[in-house]
């Protein structure tokens, strides 16, 4: 006699995959995710206060901190904007010739045996000691300071493209190789996708470089009459601590927001990847 085996609906297949997807999404709102940044965040606060109310010429207090913030936003707006303006073009440029770079690297073994120690000397040398040469050579104006911020970002992003064009998964590379794939097809149909991550985990380090490149730059840049790197070296020197701390402040908001984004771009790019789809399991 025959038995029939059970068919399991379409309905019912999809249901424990939704249920799973619902708490993949609702697992960034429970408390184990926020409860422990939030308790580090009030203690940190605690101990400034103590630190202030002790010793206020280390730490102004935490409240002179906010009225200057709300006092004046608009001052910390347009800084703000000036300095993220040089780390967002320090970054296209150094992360864009590093990009082309790699991609020109992975295609001529010969120009990778010749551009990466030079790229490695560069990697070494103190960006302070170059940053008053670059002013001396380019002024005082917004040049000498993105190319301080292209110079911090430009290393690690051509080492990681670097890797993960050459990190190709060798058996895919003798498919396209039995279709006939031109050099052309694989460079853009694989090696290009497969270092995706590889780009995007570059980028994840180098945004928040920008921001230090961008104020190392307006340090050294004494001329300099905008930027939150300016803000902070012109109120250090005038003991306006709340100035200075305010300043920080915005710093850290910018880093913060730009790893919000490269984690969004993650998201978005990297949905075949297994480190996404682990994520999210």
């Not at 051509?158 to 590379?173: A, E, H, Q, W």
Request: with cysteine; net charge positive; proline share 6%.
């Amino acid at each position: 006699m025959a038995t029939s085996t059970p068919v399991r609906s379409r309905s019912g297949d999809d249901a424990p995959v939704r249920r799973r997807g619902t708490r993949a999404r609702g697992s960034a709102l429970s408390p184990g995710v926020w409860l422990p940044t939030a308790v580090a965040v009030v203690l940190v606060g605690f101990a400034w206060s103590a630190i202030a109310a002790d010793q206020p010429y280390l730490l102004p207090p935490l409240s002179e901190v906010g009225a200057i913030l709300v006092e004046d936003p608009l001052l910390f707006l347009t800084n703000a904007w000036s300095t993220l303006s040089i780390a967002l073009l320090g970054v296209a440029c150094g992360a864009g010739t590093a990009f082309v770079l790699a991609l020109l690297m992975s295609e001529v073994p010969v120009l990778r045996r010749a551009i990466m120690p030079l790229a490695v000397v560069l990697n070494v040398t103190p960006v302070v000691a170059l940053a008053p040469a670059l002013v001396v050579a380019f002024g005082f104006g917004m040049a000498p300071k993105v190319i301080v911020t292209a110079i911090i970002t430009f290393f690690p992003v051509l080492i990681n493209v670097t890797t993960g064009l050459r990190s190709v998964s060798v058996p895919v590379l003798h498919v396209f190789s039995t279709l006939h794939a031109s050099r052309m097809e694989v460079l853009l149909r694989l090696r290009v996708p497969s270092s995706l991550p590889y780009t995007l985990a570059a980028l994840r380090v180098v945004f928040p470089l920008s921001i230090v490149g961008a104020v190392v730059a307006e340090f050294v840049a004494a001329g300099s009459s905008s930027g939150l790197g300016t803000m902070i070296r012109n109120s250090a020197a005038t003991a306006r601590l709340e100035y200075v701390y305010a300043a920080v402040a915005c710093l850290a908001t910018m880093g913060v927001l730009m790893l919000a984004l490269i984690t969004l771009l993650e998201r978005r790019l990297l949905f075949w990847h297994e480190s996404q789809q682990r994520t999210t399991s």
